[in-house]
């Protein structure tokens, strides 16, 4: 169970074929086992054949991702 408001933010980094380049956490919780979940959940975010307009003339791009639980 997790008590009170948790916001995170995380950044993933893509190469232009969908795979992660690195995975940052912008903004974590002070709830360890929520921040572990939340790290480990994007390791695991793959973006197979991203859309054309993410990659177009770039070599990677990036995605942002956030959890809120109130």
Do not use: C, W
């Not at 948790?6 to 190469?15: F, M, N, P, R, S």
């Not at 074929?17 to 919780?29: C, D, R």
């Not at 959940?41 to 995605?63: A, E, G, M």
């Amino acid at each position: 169970v997790f008590d009170g408001r948790h916001l995170l933010i995380g950044k993933i980094d893509y190469d232009k074929n969908g795979n992660i380049v690195t995975v940052k956490i912008l903004k974590s919780s002070e709830n360890d086992d929520l921040a572990f979940f939340f790290e480990e959940t994007l390791k695991q975010l793959d973006q197979p054949n991203p859309p054309k307009v993410f990659t177009k003339n770039r070599d990677q791009f990036s995605i942002y991702y956030q959890i809120q639980i109130n």
